[in-house]
């Protein structure tokens, strides 16, 4: 699946941001929304001076919910990013060191103190993981549930993060541009191709795909 998509697409070069704190903060505003608003939101950030863990904290009543507005959902987008910032500085200041002292700890125990800010789960801890730390976890999201689904690599409709993930980590070896290459080609694949409503005569996945080959039997059944 992943050589396959490799092959069709290329790398992908994701994430888009070389700075490990500007990175933790897209993995913190990109969820349910597209990434242009995730920039447009950290534009808003930086011309009001709120860029670094010590502005954000120290931010003016109401001035981080209106920097983030792009980014829907921003009142608990701020409350995030609030945590997230006084996590940082609860591991150092100025926020910098603080990041890079929380961002060299072992996989578990960053995760650990990920999921301890309110919001966060283990997607997003995941993505500050992969992206952010360079450890080789495999990001799970729906994009990867619902196309494993389809092709078949996934029996199971529940959305088991976990469970998904460990079954990943047990196929791939623990590569860390591997996984975020794969991470960012299925996100390309589900936001594209495999959509609620599948395109499968544009998938590079549709020859062995269980659901193109079902629509496929179903198609040649009716005629
Ligand atoms: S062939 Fe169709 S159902 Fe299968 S992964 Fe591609 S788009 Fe999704």
Known sequence: ??????????????????????????????????????????????AHGLWEPEAI???????????????RYFSSKAQRLRGLAQLVLAYG?????????????????????????RGIGPETADDILLYGAGHPVF???????????RIGFWPDPRYRYHA????????????VVQYQEFHALLVRLGKEVCRPT???GMCPLADGCRHAA??????RGGV
């Open 1 to 46: 699946m992943y050589g396959r998509l490799l092959q069709a697409w290329g790398p992908q070069g994701w994430w888009p941001a070389a700075d490990p704190w500007e990175m933790a903060m897209g993995a913190v505003l990109t969820q349910a929304v597209a990434w242009r608003n995730v920039e447009m939101a950290l534009a808003r950030l930086k």
């Open 57 to 71: 904290v120290e931010a003016p009543p109401g001035l981080l919910e209106a920097s983030l507005r792009p980014t």
């Open 93 to 117: 200041r100025p926020g910098r060191q603080g990041l890079a002292r929380l961002l060299a700890l072992s996989a578990p125990s960053l995760r650990q103190a990920l999921l301890s800010v």
């Open 139 to 149: 990001v799970v999201d729906r994009y990867t549930h619902r196309i494993f689904l």
């Open 164 to 175: 998904i993930q460990r079954a990943v980590e047990r196929a791939l070896p623990p590569d």
């Open 198 to 200: 599948p395109r499968c």
């Open 214 to 219: 079902g629509e496929a039997a179903g198609r």
